[in-house]
């Protein structure tokens, strides 16, 4: 560049090397440095303007979505009905076959306030933490279905990893069959949801339901994850290679809910 | 003191863009790369100690934001700001091509470098060579749009014309 531009500075070239040396430094070193704290405190500073840039785009989109709610939750009252008398008589025939009875999950409705992640977002920051009794890994879902775990906490925040990342492993099944698999995110050759290792004996199809299995002690059985979208073999071919649609709508998170974990003689979910 | 204040509220401005209305764009496969943009205009208006500074903090909150990789937006956009710097010494920086081209080249980089980071298999380069492509070619006209926009509100340029050195007449 020295040919047509002016002779560079050494005040600027001497910050250049020092930016440049700390970066590289952070490349090999970063991933052992506490950084949880810092984030910690960016999320505080960060949730008030994050609320304040989000509530312009929020008040739109409720006003559409109260009109789709109403509708919803007429098509939910009916269906309810219906589920409390199949519980009824799964309770019974439980009982029956001497196997312990089911309990719900106790959800705590919170506001996902920021995402991270490009382009599809692998974290989220949730607006409720320690004070309100969030825990690290803590399931957290969204109305469609499972978005990941909570993975740090601060006093009145929390972070969620979500189940796009990259290390995230899921213990699901295949809802109507009860296949078994582990739902991995993959970024090659392009993001996306796979269910790893179903063997090939079992039969999985385009457009069933994929939940968790209950196998993880994160995650509480039957949470809606995804979809099965396309079923291949895997390279090595011992295993096939499912891919998943997320059910919930991660571009588009507003609110979540901390699937709190049972107190003390609760027993299992 | 003025200038530091600047430089935090446009790097806090950009993440919470970042973070918030640009999302849901980038879900979709379309990245505005706000990180990119931000560093070319700072570096452009202030010069390459500024532009180098402005784009290792901006880098560095991104970077922490991400929790995965510390450094790697923190080293190219330090780069791209005193890159950017030292050119705009002899562009017309008010030059709509000229912002153009450099947000273009900017984006390409800075999404190349980053993509580098999820080259997990072979298999996966047409995927992020198209993403990396479709950052470029939507970040560069929509920005240089912003920037035409900025100008006829604040109605006078918002970089001026490249200075002429001293040197370069004699």
């Known amino acids: 560049m020295g040919g047509f531009l002016p002779p560079a500075e050494r005040r600027s070239s001497a910050l250049l090397g020092l930016y440049a040396a700390l970066s590289i430094l952070l490349l090999l070193a970063g991933d052992r440095l506490p950084t949880a704290s810092l984030r910690g405190l960016g999320a505080i500073v960060f949730t008030p303007l994050d609320r304040l840039v989000l509530s312009v785009d929020r008040m739109a989109g409720a006003w559409r979505e109260n009109q789709r709610l109403h509708q919803r939750l007429a098509e939910l009252e009916v269906e309810n009905v219906r589920l409390k008398l199949s519980g009824l008589e799964n309770q019974q025939l439980r009982q029956q076959i001497g196997l312990p009875a089911w309990h719900g999950v106790d959800l705590k409705p919170v506001e996902i306030v920021a995402l991270s992640g490009e382009p599809i977002p692998v974290a989220a920051t949730l607006s409720a933490g320690h004070q309100q009794g969030v825990e690290v890994g803590d399931a957290v879902m969204a109305q469609d279905g499972l978005l990941g775990r909570v993975s740090e906490v601060y006093p009145s925040l929390a972070r969620a990893v979500l189940l796009t990342d990259p290390n995230s492993a899921i213990a699901c099944e295949v809802e109507s069959t009860g296949v078994l698999g582990i739902l991995h995110s993959m970024t090659a050759p392009r993001p996306r949801l796979v269910l790893t290792g179903v063997p090939l004996s079992d039969t999985v199809r385009i457009g069933q339901q994929i939940v968790t299995s209950g196998f993880s002690s994160r995650y509480p059985r039957g949470i809606r994850v995804g979809t099965v979208m396309r079923v291949g073999r895997e390279t090595s071919g011992l295993t096939q290679d499912i891919e998943v649609a997320p059910s919930a709508r991660l571009g588009r998170l507003r609110y979540g809910f901390v699937v709190m974990r049972p107190g003390p003689g609760e027993g299992p979910r | ?170």
């Open chain 2, 1 to 170: 003191m003025k200038g530091i204040g600047a430089l935090i509220a446009i790097v806090v401005i950009t993440l919470l863009l970042r973070s918030t209305a640009l999302t849901a764009l980038a879900s979709r496969g379309v990245i505005l790369d706000i990180l990119a943009f931000a560093t070319v205009m700072w570096a452009l208006r202030h010069r390459e100690s500024w532009g180098s500074t402005f784009g290792f903090a901006l880098g560095l909150a991104a970077d922490l934001d991400a929790a995965h990789w510390m450094g790697r937006h923190a080293l190219a956009l330090s780069l791209l700001g005193y890159a950017v710097g030292r050119l705009s010494h002899t562009l017309v920086r008010d030059s709509v091509r000229t912002q153009l081209a450099l947000l273009f080249g900017a984006t390409l980089i800075h999404q190349s470098w980053v993509a580098a980071f999820e080259f997990g298999s072979v298999s996966a380069w047409p995927y992020l060579l198209q993403r990396v492509l479709l950052a470029a070619v939507a970040t560069a006209p929509i920005g240089t749009l912003l920037v035409a926009l900025l100008r006829r509100l604040s109605g006078q340029p918002l970089f001026g014309h490249a200075a002429i050195e001293p040197d370069a007449t004699s």
